[in-house]
Structures are given as structure tokens and as C-alpha cells.
């Protein structure tokens, strides 16, 4: 993130309970203006809370909260230039469209001819200027949610939160929406900070991902950063389809695991440090037991229509993910292959910043 530029939004320590349960715990995040962010995590991980700490509707208990470099903690939610769009669009069911998105703009008082062209311009945006007359309950969910954007979008927020929008669209829509959402926040060069707990939403759309367990922003980063490189179990299980097993990292560039030393292209860690190893399945490849890094026995596979997902096990009793172009016969033993850099190592129980530095300090030796 660059030194220059104070953050559009700034979460410093910012903790939240309610009652006995402890919601967010010791949130630090950085939000820069006109970028697409992403809040991914789990239910119940207190995604929305952020949100709600965002646009005012919920206070922090401690911490600091700013805008812009000031702090907000106790601004009123309507003093907020944000606007929130919600999973259930909680659009105003006896207004029609151009009512709905004309709502903002009429309180805040702009003339008629202003309002008519703000609406229109905002239609135009989420491909719905031919609704303007419909009611809402002569819409399909997918054109609701349009509306929703609209409506929200009409208030010239300079953050737009977006609460899992697109839950409720079947798959198709919801693609398609996913595209429009992020088309229309370049367009407009404002900021959107989305809420999902969909990990291919994610990684399609943001430009920016933290992600959340239990109150804790665990990783952030760019989607390919986060995919790359999880820091810890979780995101690696939570962030697309992982293989994890324990490992020894006996020295710089050389991890133990499955029996075997196998080199790699992590380093910064104590020798013989224990770690887990990952390995994404479309990483592996099946071959001949000769030409294999491990012998595997093929348990289980499924087609995928442009990939077999196939289930294996090594003599360890260790299950392999793997993602193959051709089909395998259950039952057979075959090798199981990588290359050096396929291999992911994660310390245990490393923070975000120590993993940051290592990452610095051997990208830095590589440079030499
Ligand atoms: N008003 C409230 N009173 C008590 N507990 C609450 C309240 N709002 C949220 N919580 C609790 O706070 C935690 C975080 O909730 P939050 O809605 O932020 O999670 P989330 O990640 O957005 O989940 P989801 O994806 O299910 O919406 C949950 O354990 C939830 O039960």
C-alpha cells in the first residue's frame, strides 16, 4: 500500500462484543479510494459487523474508526458518505423504480430536472432504463437488485458497501452480476467494499481481499497474493481446494514431508522447523510410479466437465486432491509429481507481518 496516500477507511484496534460474544478483536485494516475490496470469511466471522462499523449503524466498543484521516467513531450514520446495498435489497415496496432510486436525491433536495436525470443516468448504469414505471413486485430478483445498486449509487456515496449482494441469484445471474458490479465500480472510480463469504466471488472480483475467522482478519491481500500464498490453514483450506499435510523445513529450500526431502523455494525458517505443506491439486500431476515424487493408490474421481477431480492416498494414509485432464482407474498405483515452486510452506502460528517480512527478506536475497 503506498505511504502517500491516507486511506479512504481506517480500522485501528477496533473491538466489538456483543454481551458475552466477542465479535471483532483487534481490527486493524486500510481501505484506499477507488479500488474494489472484499470482506471473504466464513458466517458468523463478523463481516457484516465491519460494514455496520463503516456505515454507523453499530459503534465500537474501542478502536478508532477514520475517513480520510478523521476520525469517525462518532459521526452519525446520515453525516457518512456511504450507502449500503443488502442481500434482501430493501427496496421501498410501494414506490416503482423511478421512486425508489429518486428517494435520495429527493431528500437531499435537488431540483426535478436534477432528480429526472440522476434516476435516468443511474437506470442507464444497471441496465434497467426500461423499467422506469415498473413497481417492484413486477420485477425479478435479479432486476430488485439492480434497483438496490441504483438506489443506492444515486446518493453519490464515495463508499459503497455491498452486504452478499448476490446471494440470492442463481449461479447464471449471479455471474453475470459479479461482471456488471465490477464494471460499474470502475466506471464510477468509487470505492466498494463487498461482503461474501464465496471464495470464487472473491478471487473474480476484488482488487483487494481480507480474510476473516472469528472476528480476526486472518490475511489480506491481492486475490492472486492470498491464493499463492495463504498464511495459515485456514485460508489456505478456505481459499480454493488445498492439500495440507505436516512437513519439516530441514533447511533453506529443502521441506521434509511423506518421508522424503523434497526441495523447494521457501526459506527464512529454523532448521528442522515444523510447517505445513501445501499443494493446490491443479498443481499435481499423475504419472508412473517411476516417474513419481510419491506413489499414490487412486481411491475416488468425479468429472468435472473440463477436469477429473481425483482422490488418492499415499502409504502415509495422507489424501491428494488432484485435479487431471484424463481420467484414472480406482484402485491403481501411480506417482504422484510437482515442481520445486508448487510447494507452499506455511509456519505455524506465523502473523501476517512476520510472514510479510520473510517474504521481503528472501525476495530480497533473490535479487542479489
Ligand atoms: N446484534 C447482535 N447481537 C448479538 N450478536 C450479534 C449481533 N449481530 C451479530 N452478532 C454476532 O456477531 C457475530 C458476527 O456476525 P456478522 O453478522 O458480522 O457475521 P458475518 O460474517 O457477516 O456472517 P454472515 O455471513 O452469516 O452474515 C456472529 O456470531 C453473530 O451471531
Redesign the pocket.
Known sequence: MSEKQVPIIAFNQVDLS??D?H?LNNVDLEIEAGKFYTLL?P???????ILKLISGQLTADSGDISFEGQRVNDVPAEKRKVNTVFQNYALFPNMNVFDNVAFGPTLKGMNKTEIKNKVKEMLNLVKLSDFVDREIDELSGGQQQRVAIARALANDPEVLLLD?PLSALDYKLRKSMQYELREIQQRLGITFVF?T?DQEEALAMSDWIFV?NDGVIQQNGSPEDIYDEPINHFVADFIGESNIVDGIMKEDYVVHFVGKDFENVDAGMRPNERVEVVLRPEDLDLTSIENGKLVVTIEDQSFRGDYYEITARDDDGNEWQVQATNSAIIGARVGLTFDPEDIHIMRFNESEDDFDARLESYEDDDEI
Open positions: 456483543f454481551g460474544t465479535v470469511g458466517s458468523g466471522s463478523g463481516k457484516s459487523t452478499e461482503v463469504h476473516m
